[in-house]
């Protein structure tokens, strides 16, 4: 009996949130650190897109990885889901294997999602830090002029 897509799409199920909320919290720790500006709609849409393509990726690639064990597993039980839990029981180094190569292709990939989605403004810290130099320039004391710094 085949691996049925309706199987594949349910453990994509369990993968998508969990790289969902890893990789958001592991891009989010990332553009706090480098503080720069983001377009956050943007990199949302994109890395939502991508986590659930991973999370397709890894079930499929653990399922066909561990094919052999799961078909023996598989043929002997009856019912889509006594199917389904002989499919993870079975393929579960696969399933956990496929899972981890697919969240490091995540984060590579992610790393491209976050460079898409720099704004080209200067972020928030930046035009701050700036304002602080301005106010905090150097005084040339050969210029000195008191009567300008008086007021007078």
Not at 65 to 89: D, K, P, T
Not at 122 to 127: E, K, M, N, P
Request: hydrophobic share 50%; proline share 1%; glycine share 10%.
């Amino acid at each position: 009996m085949p691996i049925e897509l309706g199987q594949t799409l349910l453990i994509s199920l369990f993968w998508f949130p969990i790289y969902w909320l890893f990789g958001g919290v592991f891009f989010s720790t990332i553009a706090i650190l480098k503080v720069i500006k983001l377009r956050k709609a943007r990199f949302s849409c994109l890395f939502t897109i991508l986590a659930a393509g991973a999370a397709y990726g890894a079930s499929y690639s653990g399922t066909w990885f561990g094919e052999y064990n799961i078909e023996q597993c598989v043929e002997e039980s009856a019912g889509f889901f006594r199917a389904l839990a002989s499919l993870i029981a079975c393929g579960i180094l696969e399933l956990s294997v496929a899972g981890l190569v697919w969240f490091i292709i995540l984060i590579l990939i992610g790393f491209g999602a976050l460079f898409v989605s720099r704004s080209g403004n200067a972020s928030w810290i930046d035009t701050d830090l700036d304002l602080k130099k301005e106010d905090n320039k150097e005084i040339d004391f050969d210029d000195w002029n008191e009567d300008e710094t008086m007021g007078v």
